[in-house]
């Protein structure tokens, strides 16, 4: 979580959400900074993934940033694959884990603004401390081998039943999603 306590924003970072990125440019140009140390436990996330405010912080403006839930969760088998060095087919990954990525709903439900990542070049403009011209979102937890990348991609098979399962399992963002649209 990072706030700014000056312009009483809090900015809550749904994993795969593109929160890396965000987060920087929101440090680099808007004074936030880390509420604590991001790699500390916060309850059943990390702290950088903390979805519950902090009494000092109720009150403040929420940013948050959702993205497809599909398209979230192939980018999750492609950071635990590639990243984490996972080893399971897209298949058992997505049996085995969907409990690994919170529900980006426990992020927007206290949300001020809810930025899209498939729009977040023009999302920020949202933001009523966004000054302009507005600083370009740096492009972060890109694959550096393209080949390697290329290879986890190909195992991401979609079938019928894994289809059902997310969308039943991710149900309340499919649904936050599609409303959003």
């Given at each position: 979580?990072?706030?700014?306590?000056?312009?009483?924003?809090?900015?809550?970072?749904?994993?795969?959400?593109?929160?890396?990125?965000?987060?920087?440019?929101?440090?680099?140009?808007?004074?936030?900074?880390?509420?604590?140390?991001?790699?500390d436990r916060c309850g059943d996330v990390v702290e950088r993934h903390r979805y519950t405010l902090p009494d000092e912080?109720?009150?403040?403006?929420?940013?948050?940033?959702?993205?497809?839930?599909?398209?979230?969760?192939?980018?999750?088998?492609?950071?635990?694959?590639?990243?984490?060095?996972?080893?399971?087919?897209?298949?058992?990954?997505?049996?085995?884990?969907?409990?690994?990525?919170?529900?980006?709903?426990?992020?927007?439900?206290?949300?001020?603004?809810?930025?899209?990542?498939?729009?977040?070049?023009?999302?920020?403009n949202k933001l009523p401390f966004a000054r302009y011209p507005i600083p370009e979102i740096p492009r972060l937890n890109?694959?550096?081998?393209?080949?390697?990348?290329?290879?986890?991609?190909?195992?991401?098979?979609?079938?019928?039943?894994?289809?059902?399962?997310?969308?039943?399992?991710?149900?309340?963002?499919?649904?936050?999603?599609?409303?959003?649209?």
């Amino acid at each position: 979580m990072l706030i700014n306590r000056e312009l009483q924003f809090v900015f809550l970072h749904a994993p795969k959400c593109a929160g890396i990125a965000l987060s920087q440019w929101l440090v680099d140009y808007y004074g936030f900074e880390y509420y604590l140390n991001p790699d500390d436990r916060c309850g059943d996330v990390v702290e950088r993934h903390r979805y519950t405010l902090p009494d000092e912080c109720r009150g403040f403006e929420v940013i948050t940033c959702i993205r497809e839930p599909f398209a979230r969760w192939d980018s999750f088998y492609l950071y635990q694959s590639l990243q984490m060095k996972t080893d399971l087919s897209f298949d058992e990954f997505t049996r085995q884990r969907l409990n690994w990525l919170p529900l980006q709903t426990h992020y927007t439900k206290q949300a001020t603004y809810i930025l899209r990542v498939d729009q977040l070049d023009s999302e920020v403009n949202k933001l009523p401390f966004a000054r302009y011209p507005i600083p370009e979102i740096p492009r972060l937890n890109v694959s550096q081998n393209q080949l390697e990348y290329d290879r986890v991609k190909d195992r991401i098979k979609w079938t019928d039943e894994l289809l059902a399962l997310v969308t039943d399992h991710f149900r309340e963002d499919c649904e936050m999603f599609r409303n959003l649209t």
